[in-house]
């Protein structure tokens, strides 16, 4: 190894004096004897959390059975956390800030929950946990105990909005909640284990989109600390020259803390974080004071301190702080080895517990002073408990957008682009309170109307071509990046700190956010159980760019199977709706957007479509969710002979035409067309608040007539919600079968059997009474679903009877007249 | 704006004469000629792919007849990328080159079907699209076009490895490809738009993972051709000065090739891909010849040309050229305003279709030698074949590191760690064909052992502490980033190349990369229909950390769902296992080791276990996937009361359990113990080739006695698999419903009904005839259940019975064996 290398190695260790970019002293002696405190306090309760029991103040020598059974938690990351929120509370009260606290790295709950506790906070909503012996007995063993609290900044902890269950969405959640927040600073500690992952990588990019005169600041500490669970991290291992420009590029001005050494440290983080805010206070103000929004090399920091920084440098022979090891629990034989106890105890006691919290077992008012007071705690910001500061949206009435329906089957319209006119208005309506998510497929998924209220979010160049449609504004109200993960991240951050909005996207790949909408899930329903946290704006998703109009972007575009992993989660947050038409889709979304602490999943083609329902019939129709569709059945009330069902736009328009062609081959056939709107109704209403009873159940599908179910999604998922019902063995159910190609619409329905004809054949074989006329008709529909195919595969289209055809056909409407359906 | 920022934004435009970092002409007139003409081809291609149906090599005067029908497919980005790709020959053919191209951007497939066309592999392989008119207009009408081929580098594409369906894995494919390849480059083009995606943004990191010594290199050339659909893209609106610290920061040394006129664009492409080409050879030698491997600041390319480079810069006074109008389909209007159709043929014609491709409609043999022959053509690499290449892994027996089951329900082991010996020696006995990945979670997953035969690769820099227990070194054989994706990409490139690997990782968040494994999944399935694609070893995915032990994680830490979104994949490529304990999970690891195109998804509990079979006994139920477990069953082959069946290891334990506590109360109850697991085993078979017939199912399952069944992941997976069977109203499943805390696993399994004394109930409950005995022994069980629930809540840890339990317990012990169940 030559010297400058050995030099540059000795650049990234997080040890001795601090090394700073900012430069000065700005605490007095007594100042950082005071912090010093503090901080001290603060681990201290960290370490409490994750061993003790009983004798939380160590007034007695430790012992075994002080120390809990199972010991569970973090330390790790847990100093450096504390270290930054306490210096940033100097901060909060020098200037009067309104901050919020994001707390990135994994299982970083000691830090957060010790500050809320100092702060007061967390007894004032858990009067249990309160500030003295008892109450610190009860807080320490609730932690990551049964019945107690997780080791993530779980919904529980107060001045959460992001539990970090699952890495990676720190940077996104916290643009989030500043945007149309101008007044906000939200601190987020970045884990440099965290940082590694795909959505935090790009995440970073957020500044391309933020707007310092209408939108707050985000000041981003990435924590260095070197270490992931049993691994260092990349970014604390390449030369200090690289990580410095890695964060140039990505367009900020990172300044460094680094070092060990306690009193330096203290001093070099007091004045970083001074300049990073007063920096920030600049920029906003030269922005707000021209009216000329910029993007400025918005302030970073780099903490790089040792892991489990304060703990022992190394027990049993191996390195503890500075190393992996002292990830988790940092000592792990205390109930077995009485040296590790003896270790633990001088570690703890080290932190002079008798001081700090003195007979009271409370830190003295003059520690409690170096925090801020009431709603200028980051723990007890509103912000973080959205739904106080959530106003509902100024909707204007849907059905002012109504396609006009004079004919049900005839009108053919773009339900997503009449959508989009309703959209716009929303937007208009809501300057400050709603944005609209999307990763670059806005315009592509038929809302471009939405520009002529807020255009895109653009913070970055401009060249003269964007004169020429580009629709990018510094005062956007769209966001679009493309990052599924980012838009997401930005939509959980805004709803969660009490905005609204919608995220949309092609229904493909929504699968890249899977896993981050589980966990939005998750956190709201959690939110439930907390008596104190108020109900947040739902999250509202569209997914267009439907599987059945994907035929020609092939396979890899085609998967609609979102919709299971939104059925696997908890039934009190998951809503999902497939509108059949324009005015269903107008309805729902009204709904949606007046909802709360729920994740919305709506499933609407882009394309044009015939269009069934008058905005009254779309209103009632979607309202109950599922429903008899007299208009195009034959059984007039009676007892019918077969029920063709649907769910979804486009396989509702291929049902339709399947009645089409079965009663233009058997007139006589009693049949009842089911519509479902709202997916859950197919399911018991003992799993989910809106399935439909059995008794309801049946007085739509009966108990043993056939029934032709075409489905939107993955066939299986409707027998997974209707195992339950009476008569589940005779449902029939069609839809997306992985089986595509480069195909024309039909030739993909074909291949999946959802197409008319497929349909038909469907339910004539499941009525053998039909005998010989129904082995005839097969035999016809068979033939024309060849000649269609045929024509198809020639052309490289379908037939214009399939995407022009209006329902009934001409051969069907006399008998319909007959019976009074139609007029 | 001043002039400062006037010129900062001159500097990023794409316009202009070819701006570059490294200098030189290396190409004499005549080459640049040839070079020029080789381009005009290329682009005559794309735009016929795009619109051509007739009239290929426009030998007539365009019309409307000779367009598509319905135009689809994608101009913008095929420029740049055949630009580099046709260069790149040239580098190919003067330092005999082994490599590969890996297309990112969205539907390029244009560029690379053009350049294999041109290189004569696609009439090759297809040898109806042959080098003549004819066979240009089949190659033609093809594209995007029902029964074709679609706009991404599909299967069906000569020298692809990543169809770019969905975007952001390019970088970690092509990273993927190099790993123990030590002679392969792999020119990778990224798209700006997929550079914004998170799995992109993170992968840029990999070259902290590559050793120079044993693997090869990746080139990236980051195309900035400025736009997505319809916005700008980030990296392309920011500063050159950003842009460049950027790609410092993540640790390449980029070179810039921006503009747009041709003459100098060539000589300034060529000269730096040949710098690049240079700098890699030179890093090589240097850590080969020392046999000391280093990270070098590996080149890249930043090459900014305008999208749809070389198209009209406006059409119909809207920009095309250098703007987002050129993405998709440049001219739209050319079968309804004739004037469109004029603009296109101008254009198409100032590519000289008649000159390049003269009397025989094949480019000129000058031309064509431009091009590398053989295998050294990007288009025939066989490592974009990789089944040509793959060499079975060699497998040491598993049957050797059988774990020694006495007695069966009595022996306790790790069933991860004990199958962490069988890794070790696959990873030993194949040094440089094999490869575990984990994102920093192969320790925590039991699987500590591997490191003995391979360490986990790193190229970051080393510290003191790492010599305790570290496990780093730069010819590791574990590949460990806090990125799913990457490793994800990693091992799909790395397989899709013809080698063989396994990625461990939590369960719950396996949902990160769900997207990822579909479109894995759609490749493979996709290329069993393509004749000259030679089958790759299976993707090998080990779900641990699993749902029923994550009960003090809590919440987000508690989704087995990754099943689901499995299960709606083609049958054809999927596979999921559930083994019951260490001797199935050899045996099910060693089966999947030695498959072949699958996606084989493996969940496994990393916690100590009951064993239950012998190695022959675990062989013969793998085998068979499904299986009476008669040691566990008292009904001695005549019909049962009751079916217990279970599916995954922590379910088994309790089921058993269940049985056990039956027993006690019910001696006589002929009860039969079914197992799972090969999950697909019960889905009907005309529905999954692994599927059971009905009549297998009834010798199981009976068609009339009720089934406890009791599963690991959601119970309504069950349901959906389970719909068809005769009896299916009799199943009864429990599994994980969304109910979770910070609990102990009896708190957490009773919270889902999961647990022994849940089942035992369920099963009395659905036993009616047992009557006041029922009720009693009901009454019974639910103390008992109540009695640990409020033991575990008090300690914060189960019950010693309930981890130490062995089967039979005493009292059902006696009666079993006067049933010569057990001795």
Redesign the interface.
Known sequence: MTDTHQA??EE??PFGKARSTVKGEPLSKEEIEKYNDFFKASLYLSLGMIYL?ENPLLREPLKVEHI???Q?GHFGSAPGQIFTYMHFNRLIKKYDLDALFVSGPGHGAPAVISQAYLEGTYSEVYPQKSEDPAGMQVFFKQF?????????A?PETPGSIH?G????YSISHAFGTVFDNPSLITLTMVGD??A????????W?ST?FLNPICDGAVLPVLHLNGY???????LA???HK??????????WQPYFVEGEEIESMHQAMAATLEHCVQEIRKYQKEARDSGKPFRPRWPMIVLRTPKGWTAPRKVNG??LS??W?SHQVPITGTTTNPADLKTLEEWMRGYEPERLFGKEGRISDELKALCPTGNKRMSANPVANGGLLAVPLKMPDFRDYAINVDKSGATVEGSMANFAKFLRDIIKNNPNNFRLMGP?????NKLAAVYEAGK?V?M????E??E???N?SPFGRVM???????CEGWLEGYILSGRHGMLNSYE??I??I??MV??HC?WI??CLEVEWRVKVPSLNILLTAVVWRQ???????Q?P?FL??I????PEVVRIYLPPDGNCLLSVMDHCFRSQNYVNVVVADKQPHIQYLTMEQAIEHCTKGIGIWPQFSTDAGEEPDLIMASCGDVSTNESLAAIDLLLQHFPDLKIRCVNVVDLFKLIHHTDHPHGLTDKEWIALFTENKPIIFNFHS?P??V???T?KRPG?ANIHVRGYK?KG????PL?LAIRNQTDRFSLAMDAIDRMPSLGNRGATARDALKSQQVAAANY??E???DPKFLSDWSWPQEGVKEKLQKLNIVS
């Open positions: 540059e190695i990234i260790r029991k809990k059974g199972r569970l990551s105990f049964p019945g107690g609290v997780g080791s993530h779980t539990e269950g699952e890495l990676g284990g965290e590694e992952t795909g959505p935090l990588a790009t995440a990019h391309k992931k669970i049993n691994n260092p991290t990349v291992r390449i030369s690289e990580l410095e420009q890695l964060f140039y590029g990505y367009g191996h390195y500075g190393f090891r670059d497929e806005t315009e592509s895109k653009w970055g160049e401009y060249f071509e964007d020429d449609g580009g990018l679009e990046i493309l990052s599924e993960h980012t493909p790949f699968h890249v899977d896993s589980n966990q998750k329903e959690k035929d020609h972007n092939g396979f890899t575009h998967d199977g299971d992993v059925c696997n989660k908890s993955y299986w998922l027998h997974r919600l195992y589940s992985e190609n480069i195909d024309t030739e198809s595969f052309h490289g289209v």
